[in-house]
């Protein structure tokens, strides 16, 4: 007598466990796409590259196309799990730290553990249960980790839509979370993608600090604070620097003012609570840990990867818009001579700021 040849899985069936499966996992929600994006996609990418938004990121450039094609990036691809977390951890609140210019500010996803890892974890949990469920199947897990769309396949995939700041927004928890996607060869029905609903509104685009949405839908990376304090190897350009602030690590400044963000929930994941005070640290404390210091509080933090030069180079452009007093004085000649220039260049800079010779 033959075996009676495996039962193919009710695919919409599978959609709906795997969303709820997914929330049990720490996931806000999760929805399903197809593995392609429409051609328009590609050209808005083509665009931005020949513009030299990516500045310095040169693997933007590098990977081109290959972001708006997951099917390329993992062949065999035929649908892809596109999935949100929420980050935005109990704090002090950030407009308070904002307006105390002695204070550092740092983006509120990275007061916690890093969550390259939080999130990878938890995805790759998702895919052994649907492994669990449907036998071996192909797929792998990403999280801002690979040349891929994330925004523009959820969007598609109807978890929320592309705010004009460019960050994925949802009218629960407008852009306050974390994404991830699992690539799969399961054909999994797709969801309806979501209308936009910014409307008229431009608080983004008014708010940015240094005037980095340049038009609605479009970051020119190069004066975006984000950039700036982390993905830019060298020192802050010294025009820009007195518009940072006292932003030293990322910008929340166009979600602090989007209005669908009133609407967000405070995380309960506790990988993402505040560490080590750095919700509302002065710029002066932070300044002088030592090397040792910063690899030990950063450790497992997502700001470790910047390194402790550019770490220090960022706070002294933060100390050179900060008040004038001894404190502030004294903590920037303590780092005078240091050898890199990386960070002795901004130092300088920071003292002329407050009327100090060298």
């Given at each position: 007598?033959?075996?009676?040849?495996?039962?193919?899985?009710?695919?919409?069936?599978?959609?709906?466990?795997?969303?709820?499966?997914?929330?049990?996992?720490?996931?806000?929600?999760?929805?399903?796409?197809?593995?392609?994006?429409?051609?328009?996609?590609?050209?808005?990418?083509?665009?931005?590259?020949?513009?030299?938004?990516?500045?310095?990121?040169?693997?933007?450039?590098?990977?081109?196309?290959?972001?708006?094609?997951?099917?390329?990036?993992?062949?065999?691809?035929?649908?892809?799990?596109?999935?949100?977390?929420?980050?935005?951890?109990?704090?002090?609140?950030?407009?308070?730290?904002?307006?105390?210019?002695?204070?550092?500010y740092l983006s509120r996803y990275a007061l916690g553990r890093d969550y390259h890892k939080v999130l990878r974890n938890r995805l790759q949990k998702l895919a052994e249960?649907?492994?669990?469920?449907?036998?071996?199947?192909?797929?792998?897990?990403?999280?801002?980790?690979?040349?891929?769309?994330?925004?523009?396949?959820?969007?598609?995939?109807?978890l929320g839509w592309r705010g004009k700041h460019t960050l994925l927004l949802t009218k629960r928890q407008g852009s306050l979370f974390f994404l991830g996607e699992i690539?799969?060869?399961?054909?999994?029905?797709?969801?309806?993608?979501?209308?936009?609903?910014?409307?008229?509104?431009?608080?983004?685009?008014?708010?940015?600090?240094?005037?980095?949405?340049?038009?609605?839908?479009?970051?020119?990376?190069?004066?975006?604070?984000?950039?700036?304090?982390?993905?830019?190897?060298?020192?802050?350009?010294?025009?820009?620097?007195?518009?940072?602030?006292?932003?030293?690590?990322?910008?929340?400044?166009?979600?602090?003012?989007?209005?669908?963000?009133?609407?967000?929930?405070?995380?309960?994941?506790?990988?993402?609570?505040?560490?080590?005070?750095?919700?509302?640290?002065?710029?002066?404390?932070?300044?002088?840990?030592?090397?040792?210091?910063?690899?030990?509080?950063?450790?497992?933090?997502?700001?470790?990867?910047?390194?402790?030069?550019?770490?220090?180079?960022?706070?002294?452009?933060?100390?050179?818009?900060?008040?004038?007093?001894?404190?502030?004085?004294?903590?920037?000649?303590?780092?005078?001579?240091?050898?890199?220039?990386?960070?002795?260049?901004?130092?300088?800079?920071?003292?002329?700021?407050?009327?100090?010779?060298?």
């Amino acid at each position: 007598m033959t075996e009676n040849p495996p039962q193919k899985p009710d695919y919409p069936e599978l959609s709906r466990q795997i969303k709820a499966w997914a929330r049990e996992a720490g996931f806000a929600d999760a929805r399903v796409t197809r593995a392609a994006l429409p051609p328009e996609a590609e050209q808005r990418l083509e665009a931005w590259l020949a513009a030299g938004h990516h500045g310095e990121m040169d693997y933007m450039a590098r990977h081109g196309a290959l972001r708006v094609r997951p099917a390329e990036l993992v062949p065999g691809t035929l649908s892809v799990i596109s999935l949100r977390m929420n980050y935005w951890p109990g704090s002090e609140p950030a407009e308070r730290v904002l307006a105390d210019p002695s204070r550092a500010y740092l983006s509120r996803y990275a007061l916690g553990r890093d969550y390259h890892k939080v999130l990878r974890n938890r995805l790759q949990k998702l895919a052994e249960r649907i492994e669990g469920a449907v036998g071996s199947f192909g797929y792998r897990v990403f999280t801002d980790s690979a040349p891929l769309a994330e925004v523009a396949l959820a969007s598609q995939a109807g978890l929320g839509w592309r705010g004009k700041h460019t960050l994925l927004l949802t009218k629960r928890q407008g852009s306050l979370f974390f994404l991830g996607e699992i690539l799969t060869d399961l054909p999994l029905p797709p969801d309806e993608a979501e209308d936009g609903h910014c409307g008229r509104c431009t608080r983004c685009l008014d708010v940015c600090p240094t005037g980095a949405i340049v038009e609605p839908y479009t970051v020119d990376a190069r004066r975006c604070i984000s950039y700036l304090t982390i993905e830019l190897k060298g020192a802050i350009p010294e025009p820009l620097r007195p518009l940072i602030g006292n932003r030293v690590y990322g910008c929340d400044d166009c979600q602090l003012f989007c209005p669908w963000n009133r609407f967000g929930a405070l995380t309960a994941e506790a990988d993402f609570a505040v560490r080590h005070g750095l919700d509302c640290a002065s710029l002066v404390e932070l300044f002088d840990w030592s090397a040792d210091e910063f690899r030990e509080r950063m450790a497992g933090s997502p700001i470790y990867r910047i390194g402790y030069h550019k770490w220090l180079s960022n706070l002294a452009v933060g100390l050179g818009n900060s008040p004038t007093t001894p404190e502030v004085v004294a903590a920037l000649r303590r780092r005078l001579d240091f050898p890199d220039e990386l960070v002795a260049e901004p130092v300088r800079w920071a003292l002329a700021r407050h009327g100090q010779s060298c």
